[in-house]
């Protein structure tokens, strides 16, 4: 594809439900990473997959969060249990592993727990 | 770990004017610097970045500048015009690593 897409682009649930979003990073780009930005804050790491090699989980807030990538693709965070704190835009962002290579953002997911 | 540290948190410029925004770093073995211009509501969009063998770039009204020493490297806008407002993220990571984002800076250009 053109660029890095993200789904949904809005999700709304209700506190305690589970949620899942989607990334698709651009077609060979080895490494892919999942931000949360809250209102009027900067980019928060969440977590970084590079290639085959284990997933940096470092910024996971909490265990009620989780990612996966199938195939070296396609990304799914999880979050579980959803809070109100939760509430954010999840970016996802793609590159190229050949000499730090730039990311390129997806839209986002704007996420919203009531 | 790196921590990336971004000031100012706002600013405020008359049109014309030039702006300035820095970010210093914390691991001297970071070796790339990009920086992002995040209109409201829309995606992170990359405007410029820089490598550590280089210690300037420029790319018509938008330059950055790098000091590995002093670990810091700066944003320069000149002659600003109203469409550059918007919040701008210095970033620094290393070969195969995480990036590390600063906190931002809101650019308000006043016409």
């Known amino acids: 594809g053109a660029g890095v897409s993200q789904s949904p682009s809005n999700k709304v649930t209700e506190k305690g439900k589970d949620v899942e979003l989607r990334c698709d990073p651009i077609?060979?780009?080895?490494?892919l990473y999942w931000y949360r930005q809250s209102l009027g804050q900067g980019l928060e790491f969440l977590i970084y997959f590079q290639g085959n090699s284990a997933p940096d989980k470092s910024g996971l807030p909490s265990d009620r969060f989780s990612a996966e990538r199938t195939g070296g693709s396609v990304s799914t965070l999880t979050i579980q249990r959803t809070q109100q704190e939760d509430s954010a835009v999840y970016l996802c962002?793609?590159?190229?592993?050949?000499?730090?290579?730039?990311?390129?953002f997806g839209p986002g997911t704007r996420l919203l727990v009531l | 770990g790196e921590n990336v540290e971004q000031h100012p948190s706002t600013l405020s410029v008359q049109e014309g004017d030039s702006a300035v925004i820095k970010c210093t770093y914390s691991?001297?073995?970071?070796?790339?610097f990009p920086w992002y211009k995040q209109e409201l509501g829309k995606r992170p969009q990359l405007i410029i970045d820089?490598?550590?063998?280089?210690g300037e770039k420029k790319d018509q009204r938008i330059a950055v500048t790098l000091n590995k020493t002093a670990k810091h490297f700066s944003l320069h806008i000149t002659e600003t015009q109203p469409e550059d407002s918007a919040v701008y993220f210095c970033?620094?990571?290393?070969?195969?690593?995480?990036?590390?984002f600063g906190t931002g800076t809101s650019l308000t250009v006043i016409p």
């Open positions: 820089i490598r550590s063998n280089v």
């Open positions: 691991d001297s073995a970071s070796n790339y």
């Open positions: 962002a793609s590159s190229h592993y050949n000499e730090q290579e730039t990311q390129y």
């Open positions: 970033a620094a990571s290393k070969t195969g690593n995480q990036f590390y």
């Open positions: 077609s060979g780009h080895t490494a």
